[in-house]
């Protein structure tokens, strides 16, 4: 297998179809190995695959009932980033006390965390299903930080439904209404990407902005509390 195809959302629905697409979204949301799964372009590419033309183009063997991937995906969401946060909450920063990998980094944890600390957890677990990597860490997190089983729940169930439903409905009505939309599916799914990870982009270097600076106001803090220091 070519590992460029984990990348492609429309070798992922011709070679799994609809109940591996259900699965490759639980996965994403519910398991922290699922984090590099292409959910956004997948949930995309899937609603173009209910359409009657691009299901054909692209070798399905009949349309997905899109009534099905409008029920079936919000609800994989939902029950994937639930179990995120019973695994945080279970195992607690244990779960996360890994070396980085070639997968894994420290800071997929780091920023995920810094999105619930930023928004609050109501908005963060809502705005973190339309952010890739972040969508994965931030529950098993927000577990870990001790957020409420039932209010997590209640955000859960409207930041899982608005994102795959938001997806779902954009790929259908392109696949329906766009003259060979199927030309422009790799494309396509490329800009979802580039736009879905423009926010982790904006803050990695907002952060790396902020450091030196950080770093000039501890310094003469530092050198003040030598000199201050008796001899």
């Known amino acids: 297998m070519d590992l460029t195809n984990l990348l492609d959302a429309q070798w992922w629905i011709v070679t799994f179809g609809l109940i591996g697409i259900l699965v490759i979204i639980f996965a994403e949301t519910g398991l922290l190995i699922g984090f590099f799964l292409p959910g956004d372009s997948l949930l995309v590419v899937a609603g173009m695959g209910a359409s009657t033309a691009v299901a054909a183009s692209v070798g399905l063997d009949a349309p997905f009932p899109l009534a099905v991937l409008l029920i079936c995906a919000p609800l994989c969401a ?28 420290q800071e997929y944890v780091d920023k995920a965390e810094h999105y619930f600390q930023k928004f609050g957890p109501a908005r963060a ?30 955000w859960n169930v409207i930041g899982g439904v608005l994102w795959t439903e938001s997806m779902l409905l954009i790929g259908y009505f392109a696949g329906s209404a766009i003259p060979n939309v199927d030309r422009y599916i790799l494309p ?14 904006r803050e990695v270097l907002k952060n790396r902005k902020a450091a030196p600076q950080q770093q000039q106001v501890a310094e003469p803090r530092g050198r003040h509390h030598r000199d201050a220091s008796p001899h």
């Open 188 to 201: 396509g799914a490329a800009v979802i990407i580039v736009l879905s990870v423009i926010p982790i982009v």
């Open 78 to 105: 939902i029950l994937g980033a639930q179990l995120g946060h019973y695994i945080g909450a279970k195992t607690g920063p244990r779960l996360f006390a890994r070396p980085d990998s070639r997968l894994f980094k």
């Open 125 to 154: 677990v809502v705005l973190a299903r339309f952010i890739p990597i972040v969508r994965t860490f931030l529950n098993p997190v927000a577990g870990m930080l001790g957020m409420p089983r039932a209010t997590f729940l209640l």
